[in-house]
């Protein structure tokens, strides 16, 4: 069916009221973009960490009501539920049905990632590059969860967990992929030679997609996937953390309890200019600390002390 969609720019500060009185009213989805990007290359949201969303400093905001919504009457029950917020700035236009997630993932194409990591769709055949014996292959339907390893921050940690395979420091472990999106990260472990992965992500949706990724690559046996409550107790020789810079300062004392004794672990979604603080703040547990930047983005690994 055809949408009403609502379209307005906001700030990180004031994204969450918006957002929660949109779902208040009734929105059936809300999408938020970089306004600071260039429009031939707008930078989605994909990979929002645990109890966060990554956000840039201005935003587009975008939500979509069924076609029939009246458009005053919308804007009249969003300003009685937050009168402070700006909506006299949003623009309305009516759009048609199209399946957006499967139209993203016919432009979505198999990606390398180190010398034998392939990311392929699902509904992809396989290159022939990624056909060798030794390859690695994960093949994702990112659905509504995010990480399809479009995101630097996603690559960062692919080329880490194919470089651990390499030095052959992946196999027969169990590896901890600390908000798992879509469980691409764990999934890609077990392919190089993890023996068990542990997925935890705060979102229900996450939990669904890595399972069902998981099944789609025949390693529901071997993935595990939690909400962060029922995640059991443990430590892991491999960690990853993909989530946000401010998450992973908030998060570090935990973190750092589930990397076992001279374990490694990846720490993503950090943006350039960000590092220093996290390098200074996972010294009390880690020894060598490095970071490595992909475009705007940062990966800080390092070497749990005994």
């Known amino acids: 069916m055809p949408y009403l969609e609502l379209t307005l720019h906001c700030t990180e500060a004031t994204q969450p009221r918006y957002e929660n009185a949109l779902d208040d009213v009734g929105a059936l989805a809300v999408t938020l973009l970089d ?8 930078r989605a949201i994909l990979e929002p960490g645990v109890g966060e969303t990554p956000l840039w400093n201005d935003l587009v905001l975008t939500a979509l009501f069924p076609a029939d ?71 994702l339907d990112p659905g509504l969860a995010f990480g399809s390893g479009t995101h630097p921050t996603t690559a960062l940690c692919l080329r880490w967990l194919d470089g651990l395979a390499a030095e052959g420091l992946l196999d027969g472990r169990t590896v901890l992929d600390f908000g798992c999106g879509s469980g691409i990260l764990a999934l890609a472990a077990l392919k190089l030679g993890a023996a068990q992965a542990v997925g935890v992500d705060n979102d229900p949706q996450a939990v669904i997609a890595t399972g069902d990724n998981a099944e789609r690559n ?55 200019g960000q590092e220093d603080e996290l390098l200074q703040r996972y010294a009390a547990w880690f020894d060598q600390l490095e970071a490595t930047r992909e475009d705007d983005w940062m990966r800080i690994t390092g070497v749990r002390r005994a």
Do not use: C, K
Request: zero cysteines; hydrophobic letters at 50%.
């Open 35 to 42: 306004a600071d990007a260039d429009t031939s290359n707008e």
């Open 69 to 139: 919504t009246n458009a005053l009457a919308l804007l009249a029950a969003l300003e009685a539920f937050d009168p402070g917020l700006q909506w006299e700035s949003a623009s309305f236009r009516g759009v048609e049905d199209e399946d957006w997630e499967r139209a993203w993932l016919d432009q979505f194409q198999p990606m390398a990632f180190g010398s034998r990591t392939w990311i392929v769709p699902w509904n992809h055949e396989l290159p022939e590059a990624a056909q060798r014996d030794d390859a690695a292959v994960v093949r």
């Open 218 to 272: 025949g390693e529901q046996d071997r993935l595990q996937v939690y909400l962060p409550a029922d995640e059991p107790q443990a430590t892991y020789p491999v960690v990853v953390a993909n989530i946000l810079a401010s998450a992973l300062d908030a998060l570090a004392e935990v973190l750092a309890a589930r990397v076992a004794p001279n374990g490694r672990i990846a720490l993503s979604g950090i943006l350039h």
